[in-house]
């Protein structure tokens, strides 16, 4: 099973919007709700942002979009902040009742 | 509050064995399946397994298939984890994660892992 394609960085400065995108094939993104994204600090654990596509967990930042269009799923930060900068993975459900993770994207808040 | 607390890693050789625990409170634990995923250095993040709440279905990764054995002690609250035929590509940390819900496979809470490193 191929891994999900994430950029590999993305940058923007405090109060800017970002986008990062997660795509996959009709197997895996394309074809489930079940896409989720993480949030990785510096040796920390990962840490569920969203779920679903679009669902927040309780206590998670209502500053945290999730979308899904065909095979790409995307996660938006309307206003960045600092503490935003981290490393960030998707994950989706597949046909062959496995996981698969994204390559992961690391954030830098300029 | 939920916790996850996994232990068992260590340095071992190639081809040998290795068994890792996942110790669970703040949660009913019987009542949820659980992930392994496992994260390479400076690599990303891989699915390892999935076990069903009451252990009766389980599913792996291509890569440790027919090698790792994923198991769970529900009277004891822990998560297992058996590997064999270790291999230097498994070198990585190790988590064990609960779902979201009680019938669903979404992750949710991560452990703060263990690291498993296969050299000789």
């Known amino acids: 099973q191929s891994a999900l394609t994430q950029p590999a960085s993305v940058s923007g400065s405090p109060g800017q919007s970002i986008t990062i995108s997660c795509t996959g094939s009709?197997?895996?993104?394309?074809?489930?709700?079940?896409v989720s994204w993480y949030q990785q600090h510096p040796g920390k654990a990962p840490k569920v942002i969203l779920y679903?596509?679009?669902n927040r967990p309780s206590g998670v930042s209502n500053r945290f979009y999730g979308s899904k269009s065909g095979n790409t799923a995307s996660l938006t930060i309307p206003i960045l902040q600092a503490e935003d900068e981290a490393d960030y993975y998707c994950?989706?459900?597949?046909?062959?009742?496995?996981?698969?993770f994204g390559g992961g994207t690391k954030l830098t808040v300029l | 509050q939920v916790q996850l607390v996994e232990s068992g890693g260590g340095v071992v050789q190639p081809g040998k064995s290795l068994r890792l625990s996942c110790a669970t409170s703040g949660f009913s634990f019987s009542l949820f399946g659980m992930h392994w995923v496992r994260q390479t250095p400076g690599k990303g993040l891989e699915w390892v397994a999935f076990i069903w709440n009451d252990g009766s279905n389980k599913l792996y990764g291509d890569s440790v298939k027919g090698r790792f054995t994923v198991s769970r002690d529900n009277s004891k609250k822990t998560l297992f984890l058996q590997m064999t035929s270790l291999r230097a590509e498994d070198t990585a940390v190790y988590y064990c994660?609960?779902?979201?819900?009680?019938?669903?496979?979404?992750?949710?809470?991560w452990g703060q892992g263990t690291t498993v490193t296969v050299s000789s």
């Open positions: 009709s197997s895996d993104v394309g074809g489930y709700k079940y």
């Open positions: 994950s989706s459900f597949t046909s062959r009742s496995t996981w698969v």
């Open positions: 679903d596509v679009s």
């Open positions: 994660v609960k779902t979201l819900t009680m019938t669903g496979g979404e992750m949710d809470v």
